[in-house]
């Protein structure tokens, strides 16, 4: 049994196999009987292999983004996490990523005893319309708290707050839950007894009601963020400066 820790470093995929950058890190090669290979591949949106062919065919397993893979003849098909593609032995196909998100998966395959190698064809750009059915809309989860009690709310105020860099609000209690998320600039954020952290555009927060935020302090260019308010019955959001 060999265990490695730490995969090796990715290397540029070749320029001749790929269209767009995609990055490939080992992870197993063939030791003495096994002729098995294991490969990630990581492609960064609008990278696609061309047409090829295995010897002795491949099994892709999606891990992360979204992705495309077709058989010579076959429908374009949207590939997702946990998504399985097994390509028989001497299938032509090809497989990349979206135009608009990347796409990593693991490429397992058996390489044949005599030596034979992957066979290139032409970019799938040169065989016609191969772009894929189009992601008209696309949902992403980024955050799901529970809140720690039932809370009567029948309103939500949504404020876009700005802080001038190097400031911010000092340690402070909401009235009520807050949501946030980060549109620009950046902040150090800091929840009394738990490690700083650094909010930068798309992250999100929560702070649970009467939490001590120690710091959300601005850094060099300042912060914007869209911070959400679920307020009961005649009840107005508040912050609440204290003494440090």
């Not at 098995?36 to 062919?53: E, I, L, S």
């Not at 039932?150 to 309103?155: A, F, G, I, K, L």
């Not at 650094?198 to 911070?227: H, I, K």
């Amino acid at each position: 049994m060999h265990v490695r820790h730490l995969p090796a470093t990715s290397t540029a995929a070749p320029a001749e196999a790929i269209t767009g950058s995609a990055w490939v890190t080992s992870l197993a090669v063939p030791e003495g009987p096994s002729r098995t290979r294991v490969d990630r591949v990581q492609f960064a949106p609008g990278a696609r292999t061309r047409w090829h062919r295995h010897p002795l065919g491949q099994v892709l397993v999606v891990t992360e983004g979204t992705g495309y893979v077709q058989r010579r003849g076959g429908p374009v098909s949207l590939i997702r996490p946990g998504d399985t593609v097994r390509v028989a032995a001497g299938e032509w196909h090809w497989h990349g990523a979206t135009d608009t998100t990347a796409m990593t998966h693991l490429a397992i395959e058996e390489l044949p005893e005599d030596g034979a190698r992957t066979e290139l064809g032409e970019p799938v750009s040169a065989t016609g319309p191969a772009a894929g059915p189009a992601e008209l809309v696309t949902r992403t989860l980024v955050l799901e708290q529970h809140l720690p009690a039932p809370r009567v709310v029948d309103h939500v105020e949504v404020r876009r707050i700005t802080i001038a860099p190097g400031h911010g609000p000092g340690l402070h209690v909401h009235n009520g839950p807050v949501f946030g998320s980060i549109e620009a600039g950046s902040a150090v954020y800091q929840v009394e007894g738990e490690p700083e952290s650094v909010l930068t555009p798309g992250d999100v927060f929560y702070e649970p009601e009467a939490a001590r935020v120690a710091r959300f302090d601005a850094q060099g260019e300042g912060v914007t963020f869209l911070a959400y308010f679920p307020a009961g019955p005649g009840e107005t959001p508040t912050l609440t400066p204290l003494d440090s």
